[in-house]
Structures are given as structure tokens and as C-alpha cells.
């Protein structure tokens, strides 16, 4: 059973840096599709960011363009979201999704149907 566990989360100050980990076992199967999503209380879940198989797309919300960089190392199975410039607005959990199914079209890497298996979440709180 795929697993994914979120790491790198915690306070920081306004206009700080903090670097994200989603570290997948249980398959061996590749991940066509990972990526980050974040809640914030009373706020529905929104998509962050997200990366191709192999690395070569990457997808961006708006609010992350510009500010994020999401990567991943396949041969460890772990993807990363480097976080710069962080305002208090960025404080949410943090989910890391991945799935494994085909993807034809990129929408699917913005949604959460998009994606089969979650992690538990980091907690990610930005000061002013």
C-alpha cells in the first residue's frame, strides 16, 4: 500500500524560506502525478503545486509562481517543495498527492481527483 509522509513543516517568519519533503513507499510502481495541496481553517483545500513523472512539467498556482519550486528525486521517491518568500497567508497544512495513473492531459494534475493517495499533512505557520 502507498504511504506518503510529509516532513519539513514549522514556524517561520514572514519573508522566510522553509523546504518541504513527501517521502512515498509501499510501491513500485512510478508516480505519474505529485504534488502539493494546502487547507487553511475554514478554508477549502487548494491545489499548490505539482510535478510530471519525470520531472520535466511543473504546475504552479498562481500564489506559488514566482515563489515555490517544486522537484523530485525518483530513485529516492521523494518530492520536495521549497518555499520562499513565505507570507502569513501561506499558513496552512501542507498535503503531498501522488497517483499513479496515466495522465493524457495536464488538467488533472490541478484537482484532487486527480490524485489517489495523500499524506497526513505538515503544518506549515508563517508569522508577521
Known amino acids: 500500500q502507498v504511504q506518503l509522509v510529509e516532513s519539513g513543516g514549522g514556524l517561520v517568519q514572514a519573508g522566510g524560506s522553509l523546504r518541504l519533503s513527501c517521502a512515498a513507499s509501499?510501491?513500485?510502481?512510478?508516480?505519474?502525478?505529485m504534488g502539493w495541496f494546502r487547507q487553511a481553517p475554514g478554508k477549502e483545500r487548494e491545489f499548490v503545486a505539482a510535478?510530471?513523472?519525470?520531472?520535466?512539467?511543473?504546475y504552479y498556482s498562481d500564489s506559488a509562481k514566482g515563489r515555490f519550486t517544486i522537484s523530485r528525486e525518483n530513485a529516492e521517491n521523494t518530492m520536495y517543495l521549497q518555499m520562499n518568500s513565505l507570507k502569513p497567508e501561506d499558513t496552512a497544512v501542507y498535503y503531498c498527492a501522488a497517483d499513479q495513473r496515466t495522465k493524457y492531459a495536464s488538467g488533472s494534475y490541478y484537482t484532487e481527483k486527480g490524485y489517489d493517495y495523500w499524506g497526513q499533512g505538515t503544518q506549515v505557520t508563517v508569522s508577521s
Open positions: 510535478i510530471s513523472l519525470s520531472g520535466v512539467f511543473t
Open positions: 509501499g510501491s513500485i510502481l512510478g508516480f505519474t502525478a
